[in-house]
């Protein structure tokens, strides 16, 4: 066992330094790397809902997903899909901020209709992206 002096302390404090410099880098790193993956995954989602907001095909828009961001067939489908259903909560949102309705009260309405998970599991709701008015009564009424 060596003895405890000044320079042993120094030197355990110089290695955990070290250690420490080391660790914080990865931590840096790390959050760099998901702060990329996360400016990623918003590009992708951002060009997903302005082809389909253009009414581009879906084949065409999974073929561009795949072509420009290589994205593999079966994600890019998955992420339209995705896209397809949070196009009309946004479009419902929108609908009953522009009738007056406070953030609180559309999502007291959004959660007490379960206005999310009806449009979600009911893809004839989908259909009504362009009819917020409709939508908003068969939410409603059910």
């Known amino acids: 066992m060596r003895k405890l002096t000044g320079e042993v302390v120094a030197d355990y404090i110089k290695q955990g330094g070290t250690a420490l410099l080391d660790v914080a880098r990865e931590v840096y790193a790390d959050g760099a790397n998901r702060a990329f993956e996360d400016a990623i995954d918003i590009g992708i989602r951002n060009t997903v809902s302005a082809l389909y907001e253009a ?59 379960r206005a999310n998970i009806k449009i979600r599991h009911d893809r004839e709701l989908w259909k009504m992206k362009d009819n917020p008015e409709k939508l908003f009564k068969v939410i409603r009424k059910d």
Not at 58 to 69: E, G, V
Not at 102 to 112: A, E, K, L, R, W
């Open 55 to 113: 009414n581009v095909s879906d084949d065409k828009i999974t073929h561009l997903l795949n072509k420009y961001w290589g994205i593999p067939m079966n994600e890019a489908e998955d992420r339209l899909l995705v896209e397809k259903y949070e196009s009309v909560i946004r479009t419902l949102r929108h609908y009953l901020k522009m009738q007056g309705y406070s953030q609180s009260d559309i999502q007291h309405f959004m959660n007490t209709s």
